[in-house]
């Protein structure tokens, strides 16, 4: 593999964390699996990266190496609610509250308007989720990269 960090959602990290301090590295090696399984990580790597992971936090609960050369296990953020102002003052919701939000209001704010705020829950979303997002200007025209490239790359 060539990447040094395996983004991991927030609840598999917790769930990976929880397993190591439980002395139980093989159901950590299976979580991380299942939680990669789009992208095949093979057992040695997933192997290596649970051992430095319990390494770097300290859990002597678990055997094994310490791999400095593993790919590192991290967690990005996962959006759990925005705050947003429709003119009323603000009012806090999360991801499926502000599509909801958006729906209602289109006839005050207008197609366009909703759309853009629903376009914002996907790529928040998406963001939550680990994946990359692309910013593309209006003015700008996508690259042409092939079957690879997807809508929801912008």
């Known amino acids: 593999m060539t990447t040094d960090y395996l983004n991991v959602s927030p609840v598999a990290y917790r769930k990976?964390?929880?397993?190591?301090?439980g002395g139980r590295k093989i159901?950590?090696?299976?979580?991380?699996?299942?939680?990669?399984?789009?992208?095949?990580?093979?057992?040695?790597?997933?192997?290596?990266a649970i051992e430095k992971?319990?390494?770097?936090?300290?859990?002597?609960e678990v055997n094994g190496a310490d791999h400095p050369d593993a790919m590192t296990l991290v967690s990005g953020p996962r959006i759990i609610?925005?705050?947003?102002?429709?003119?009323?003052?603000?009012?806090?919701?999360?991801?499926e509250?502000?599509?909801?939000?958006?729906?209602?209001?289109?006839?005050?704010?207008?197609?366009d308007a909703c759309a853009d705020m629903l376009e914002m829950v996907d790529v928040l979303k998406a963001i939550?989720?680990?994946?990359?997002?692309?910013?593309?200007?209006?003015?700008?025209v996508m690259p042409n990269v092939g079957d690879d490239w997807h809508q929801e790359n912008y």
């Open 16 to 21: 990976l964390l929880d397993f190591l301090r």
């Open 27 to 48: 159901n950590a090696i299976k979580a991380l699996r299942d939680e990669l399984a789009p992208r095949k990580i093979g057992l040695k790597d997933a192997k290596h």
């Open 53 to 60: 992971l319990a390494h770097i936090k300290n859990i002597t």
């Open 81 to 95: 609610g925005v705050t947003l102002d429709y003119g009323d003052g603000p009012v806090e919701l999360d991801l």
């Open 97 to 111: 509250g502000m599509q909801i939000k958006a729906l209602s209001e289109m006839h005050a704010v207008g197609l």
């Open 128 to 140: 939550s989720e680990g994946e990359k997002v692309q910013i593309v200007k209006d003015d700008e």
